[in-house]
């Protein structure tokens, strides 16, 4: 069987060294350490009984950090923390020799020094305890914990440590310190004291200094050799798609790294040595190397241990991740690229890259570690029992040279966006078009689905400074409408000016295309981009030529695209929603009404053409056009807008048309049914309905019929009262005809004259 290129190269890391350290667990003399306490005295060592008690008494529940939050919980961390303030510890000087053998057996460098910082002084009486847990990094120098356990006579209260699928145990001793330093991404335990009392000052690992150099420079030309290999051997990144040649390789580290404390000079035991080799490999191979962060979920298929594998497990139990699976096979791994530093400037960039599998690479798999997240989905009928891990890794990301721009690009699009833009202005215009083409394979599906806010402003920079039609229409491409601002005007005229105003009306008529209809909702989005509007159409217009014709299409495209989220709203059987969806959209038609303003002269067909297609809507369109009328005129002179003043007229004379019509008249009872259903049941209903004198109906129905003639009745909010009389077989549905049939009535007309009388105020001149 041939091994890809990047299994080689995890052989050759292997070979040169060996499995990587995670903890020292030793023995020293007591009277390396001084430890006194306010209200104690000096400790004696072994600690007395006497002492131990007042230790307890001056101390109070330790607590533990889970997340953001500092919790005290008994049955997880149940033992005393000693005030820090009343605490002083001093070294013999033969502590600092100590220290520096344990730097050494954890594997960092010999540049480097460790500092041993006092984080707690702890009591455990028998039965107390810890539950595995991970110490939070609490200094960006941090890499691990110091735990040195004082001399006492007591039984049980092992600390443990495990990183992956190794452990190491420190026990205490009558008559010895016992020192145990590990890597803060290690879980650890203390089992319950069964006698006597465990006491216990944890440190703070701090590092300073800088990162190893490579050895063996054998071992680093057969890695280049392989790295040279993996970015020129074809590859497919998941089971399916086509071979190609991998853009980066993503060697995981074996321990994990804050954000913050992630740096070259703090890398942990073997992660030091492999990252130093691999920086030199990348040297000899012209590629250049990234020190990141990961984010990785694994998809398993499994079931709780102990468990039927066809009952449904649906366990509370086990939401939390607290219980034990039993895991089968992996279905599916994603690798995110969270973080990274550049290695020449230690500039830490927020990205995010998911890399294929073909690109990962790894000398400890990733669910032989600890996750700091799972979450167990129960069998749901055609999904579930599977298993979803989430674990934070750091990785060295390598590249070509040549590779270079491009990867950055992809991890971090507003900057690629900026690089194109300065390097064209620098005078390097086919240098930025070289690195503009470049992002083509990838840029539309990395930066469309978003966020996209930070890329636009310089996309739109870019695109006119690589003065290259196809290439600026590629880089927006990615963007849609509701992207627009109203500080994305200015560089949408200079786009018109300079690529004419058919390259960029072709530009905005495809982002209105591929933008979102809000059949379902208004969002935040769309509103700020309808605000906008009005101000990018007067600019566009103000610019003339190009910008002109711009401008309209901008229009055009807002007002389909309005229109397309008002019908269903318009044409809901409900007066409520319907109302409710006028009041929504008042404010995007009062924008498309002050774009036409804005745009001149230059959109009057288009205006003529929006104003022609209110007119053609029916009544239930008139709270919807005077709710924007009136949100219109609120900001704007509302004589100057052709199209406000052409809307104002229509919705006059069909409200003066409503008025002229006679009133009900007492006592006429009779409500129409739309005819969207034919059955007998709605025959019956309808003849109700209609009946002028008839107001109340017993109607003998079972279940069914009496449903659906509920439905029929709540769906466009009829003034008629249903009740179920439950007597006799079938029940008897009583309907009644509800005296808000004439008291609605009368609102509404009421309402129509003000709304008549405001028109004509507004619009004295067209309105008559």
């Not at 007591?30 to 004696?44: I, W």
């Not at 550049?342 to 990205?351: A, F, L, S, V």
Request: proline fraction near 6%.
């Amino acid at each position: 069987m041939r091994f890809a290129a990047r299994e080689r190269l995890v052989a050759v890391l292997a070979k040169e060294f060996g499995e990587p350290p995670f903890a020292v667990v030793e023995y020293a003399d007591a009277g390396l350490l001084d430890v006194r306490v306010e209200g104690v005295g000096q400790l004696k060592f072994p600690v007395t009984p006497a002492q131990a008690r007042k230790l307890c008494a001056l101390g109070t529940a330790a607590r533990y950090g889970r997340g953001e939050q500092t919790l005290t919980d008994a049955s997880v961390r149940d033992t005393w923390e000693v005030p820090k303030a009343a605490v002083e510890v001093s070294w013999s000087p033969k502590f600092m020799s100590v220290l520096d053998g344990m730097r050494e057996q954890l594997g960092l460098p010999d540049s480097a020094t460790l500092r041993a910082e006092l984080h707690s002084l702890l009591v455990y009486e028998p039965g107390q305890f810890f539950l595995p847990h991970q110490d939070s990094e609490k200094h960006d120098e941090m890499v691990g914990t110091l735990v040195v356990t004082l001399p006492s006579r007591h039984a049980g209260g092992e600390l443990v440590i495990k990183h992956g699928s190794r452990s190491a145990v420190s026990l205490g001793s009558a008559s010895k310190l016992a020192l145990a330093a590990f890597y803060a991404d290690c879980r650890h335990e203390v089992r319950p004291v069964k006698s006597g009392n465990r006491i216990a000052a944890t440190f703070n690992l701090l590092l300073d200094g800088g990162a190893p150099q490579a050895s063996g420079r054998d071992a680093a030309a057969e890695a280049a050799r392989y790295l040279g290999d993996h970015f020129t051997t074809p590859s497919t990144a998941y089971s399916w798609g086509k071979p190609s040649v991998p853009k980066r390789l993503v060697y995981l580290l074996d321990h994990e790294y804050t954000e913050r404390g992630l740096s070259w000079d703090r890398l942990k035991g073997g992660d030091a040595d492999r990252a130093a080799l691999l920086r030199a490999a990348a040297e000899q191979a012209g590629c250049r190397v990234m020190l990141a962060v990961t984010e990785i979920k694994e998809t398993w298929d499994a079931f709780p241990e102990g468990s039927d594998y066809e009952e449904s497990y649906d366990d509370e139990d086990d939401e939390d991740g607290n219980g034990e699976y039993q895991l089968n096979d992996l279905i599916e791994t994603v690798t995110t690229l969270s973080c990274w530093i550049d290695p020449d400037t230690g500039h830490r960039e927020q990205i995010s890259l998911d890399v294929g599998d073909n690109e990962v690479c790894a000398s400890t798999a990733t669910d032989d570690l600890s996750p700091y997240d799972e979450q167990y989905e129960g069998y749901m009928g055609n999904y579930g029992n599977t298993l979803d891990r989430w674990y934070r890794r750091a990785a060295l990301v390598v590249f070509p040279d040549g590779l270079g721009f491009a990867n950055r690009a992809e991890a971090v699009p507003a900057w690629a966006m900026r690089h194109v833009a300065e390097r064209a202005d620098s005078g390097d215009v086919a240098g930025a078009r070289a690195d503009a083409a470049s992002l083509a394979p990838f840029w539309t599906a990395k930066v469309g689905p978003g966020p996209r806010a930070d890329v636009f402003g310089p996309a739109l920079d870019a695109a006119q400074a690589v003065d290259q039609p196809d290439t600026a229409a590629m880089l927006l491409a990615p963007f849609r409408a509701e992207d627009l601002l109203t500080e994305h005007a200015a560089p949408l005229v200079r786009l018109a000016e300079h690529y004419g105003g058919t390259w960029l009306g072709g530009i905005l008529s495809a982002w209105s295309a591929t933008g979102r209809h809000e059949l379902h909702g208004y969002t935040p989005e769309s509103r700020v981009w309808y605000s906008a509007l009005p101000a990018l159409c007067g600019s566009l217009a103000a610019a003339g030529g190009g910008g002109s014709s711009a401008a309209g299409v901008l229009l055009r495209s807002a007002w389909l695209r309005l229109t397309a989220t008002a019908a269903p709203r318009l044409q809901a059987p409900a007066p409520s929603s319907r109302a409710a969806g006028s009041a929504e959209l008042s404010e995007p038609l009062a924008a498309v009404i002050a774009a036409s303003a804005a745009a001149g002269p230059t959109t009057t067909a288009l205006s003529d053409s929006i104003a022609a297609h209110l007119a053609g809507l029916g009544d239930e369109s008139l709270p919807w056009q005077l709710a924007g009328l009136r949100a219109f005129s609120a900001t704007h002179d509302a004589p100057d807008s052709r199209l406000a003043a052409a809307a104002a007229a229509d919705c006059a004379r069909r409200l003066a048309g409503r008025l002229a019509r006679s009133a009900r008249a007492a006592g006429d009872w009779s409500i129409r049914l739309p005819d969207d259903c034919a059955c007998p049941l709605c025959e019956v209903l309808t003849a109700f309905l209609a009946d002028p004198a008839l107001r109340i109906r017993e109607w003998p129905l079972a279940k069914d019929g009496r449903r659906h003639v509920h439905t029929r009745i709540d769906a466009i909010e009829l003034p008629v009262g249903h009740e179920t009389r439950r007597e006799g077989r079938p029940y008897t549905l009583v309907l009644t005809k509800k005296d808000t049939l004439f008291t609605d009535e009368q609102a509404a007309r009421a309402a129509d004259a003000d709304d008549l009388r405001w028109l004509h105020t507004a619009w004295p001149q067209t309105v008559r």
